[in-house]
T-cell receptor, first 113, second 117 residues
C-alpha cells in the first residue's frame, strides 16, 4: 500500500531534550516536506527536499533540522525543543513538480513542556 | 509572493444545506496549481482536487463542485446537500515555482465545517 509513515504519533518531551520524528515513503517520490499545523494558522512549511541530499528552508525553519540521505526517508530533528514547538507535524511527499498533490503521513502530535 | 486566504474560520450548517467554502489566492507566477484537502476529525489530510492555472473549467464530482475564477483569484468549493460526514477542516493550497527551480506549496488557514444532523 502506498503510504507515508510517520513515527511516533504522539510525543511528550521536555525542553532541551533532542528528538527525531521519522518519515518514510514507499512511492519513490522525489519531493518530501515537513509542515506544522497550529490553530488558526493552517499548515506552515518547515523544510522541504527536492531530492536526495537537496534540502531547503520553508517558512518556519528555526529550531529544526532535516536530512535526506535516502530517497525514502526524511527525518525531522529538533536539537533543543522549546514549548513553542508544541504542534501537530505532518510529513508529505509527492512526485517532482508543483502539479503533484501531496501525500501526507498521519501526523505527529508533539508536546514540549 | 504567495498567499492563500480562507476568510471563513468556521461554518455551521444543517444537513442537506448547500455550503460554499471560499479561497482567495495571490501569486506572481503565470503557471500555478490550486488544491483542496480535507482533514476529517480523525486528523489525516486527504487530497480532493487539483486545478491548473490555465484551465478555468469548473469541476463537479458527486456532491462536490469547484469554481475557479482567475479574474477574482478565487477557487471556491461547494458541497451540495451536505452530510454529517462532510464535517471536517478544509484547506485550500497553492503551488507554484521558485526562482531556484523548485516549487513551493502553501496552505490557507483552513475552514472548519460543522454539519449538524
Amino acid at each position: 500500500e502506498a503510504q507515508v509513515t510517520q513515527n511516533p504519533r504522539y510525543l511528550i518531551t521536555v525542553t532541551g531534550k533532542k528528538l527525531t520524528v521519522t518519515c518514510s515513503q514507499n512511492m519513490n517520490h522525489e519531493y518530501m516536506s515537513w509542515y506544522r499545523q497550529d490553530p488558526g494558522l493552517g499548515l506552515r512549511q518547515i523544510y522541504y527536499s527536492m531530492n536526495v541530499e537537496v534540502t531547503d528552508k520553508g517558512d518556519v525553519p528555526e529550531g529544526y533540522k532535516v536530512s535526506r540521505k535516502e530517497k525514502r526517508n526524511f527525518p525531522l530533528i529538533l536539537e533543543s525543543p522549546s514549548p513553542n514547538q508544541t504542534s501537530l507535524y505532518f510529513c508529505a511527499s509527492s512526485h517532482r513538480g508543483p502539479n503533484s498533490p501531496l501525500h501526507f503521513g498521519n501526523g505527529t502530535r508533539l508536546t514540549v513542556t | 509572493a504567495q498567499k492563500v486566504t480562507q476568510a471563513q474560520t468556521e461554518i455551521s450548517v444543517v444537513e442537506k444545506e448547500d455550503v460554499t467554502l471560499d479561497c482567495v489566492y495571490e501569486t506572481r507566477d503565470t503557471t500555478y496549481y490550486l488544491f483542496w484537502y480535507k482533514q476529517p476529525p480523525s486528523g489525516e489530510l486527504v487530497f480532493l482536487i487539483r486545478r491548473n492555472s490555465f484551465d478555468e473549467q469548473n469541476e463537479i464530482s458527486g456532491r462536490y463542485s469547484w469554481n475557479f475564477q482567475k479574474s477574482t483569484s478565487s477557487f471556491n468549493f461547494t458541497i451540495t446537500a451536505s452530510q454529517v460526514v462532510d464535517s471536517a477542516v478544509y484547506f485550500c493550497a497553492l503551488s507554484d515555482h521558485l526562482n531556484t527551480g523548485g516549487f513551493k506549496t502553501i496552505f490557507g488557514a483552513g475552514t472548519r465545517l460543522f454539519v449538524k444532523a
